[in-house]
């Protein structure tokens, strides 16, 4: 029998899915709830992390967080925010980001989350791609883009900015929580894949 409390969570999982193809129009405007300094600074941090944790699995060098106010965190901060605007995911170009890597998450819950969770929820989701790819043929694959990048073993700054809201789907009211990494220098270039995605150890 399905509840009312699982059909909502269904509706949770199905939302936080498909946010990426849903159309524009079945959203509501967005409302921002902005972020304090020090969520960003926790968030930041908690990206940080979990994009370590990740790549000491690999034999590759941990990251560096960029500074506050360094291009790679402060780009992605406004475009998370106009992603969290736009009301769907979409990557800025290579020259807007000055050619830095990207990825980006969206996450569309009842529940609200502190800005650590939303960090290690989108990196969990990045790295989890690794199941897909395939090390005897090592290249670009849109199903684990995200992956290869969090592990780029060339890159070794991360800039990182977050936004949430409130967005109503099909008359359903969600938290909205939009997340966008970048990443220097760039991984996912074709022909390096050999050299800079490694096994795990």
């Known amino acids: 029998?399905?509840?009312?409390?699982?059909?909502?969570?269904?509706?949770?999982?199905?939302?936080?899915?498909?946010?990426?193809?849903?159309?524009l129009g079945?959203?509501?405007?967005?409302?921002?709830?902005?972020?304090?300094?020090?969520?960003?600074?926790k968030f930041r941090s908690e990206a940080l992390n979990e994009h370590n944790a990740k790549r000491a699995l690999h034999p590759i060098n941990p990251l560096t967080l960029a500074p506050e106010?360094?291009?790679?965190?402060?780009?992605?901060?406004?475009?998370?925010?106009?992603?969290?605007?736009?009301?769907?995911?979409?990557h800025s170009s290579s020259q807007?980001?000055?050619?830095a890597g990207e990825n980006l998450y969206v996450v569309y819950t009842t529940r609200s989350y502190e800005a650590d969770q939303v960090a290690k929820q989108a990196v969990d989701r990045w790295y989890g791609e690794i199941t897909n790819y395939d090390y005897n043929n090592p290249t670009f694959s849109s199903a684990t883009g995200h992956f290869t990048q969090v592990v780029w073993k060339n890159t070794t700054t991360l800039g990182c900015g977050y936004a949430e809201g409130a967005k109503t789907v099909n008359g359903i009211t969600y938290n909205a929580y939009y997340t966008v990494c970048r990443?220097?220098?760039?991984?996912?270039v074709l022909g390096e894949f050999e050299d800079n995605v490694l096994p795990p150890k």
């Open 26 to 41: 079945m959203f509501s405007n967005g409302i921002a709830l902005g972020q304090t300094a020090d969520q960003l600074t």
């Open 96 to 99: 807007e980001r000055n050619g």
């Open 1 to 23: 029998m399905i509840t009312r409390a699982n059909q909502k969570r269904f509706l949770e999982i199905t939302v936080s899915c498909l946010a990426t193809i849903v159309p």
């Open 69 to 90: 106010t360094d291009e790679l965190n402060a780009g992605s901060q406004q475009w998370a925010e106009h992603l969290l605007e736009l009301g769907k995911l979409q």
């Open 183 to 188: 990443y220097s220098p760039a991984g996912n």
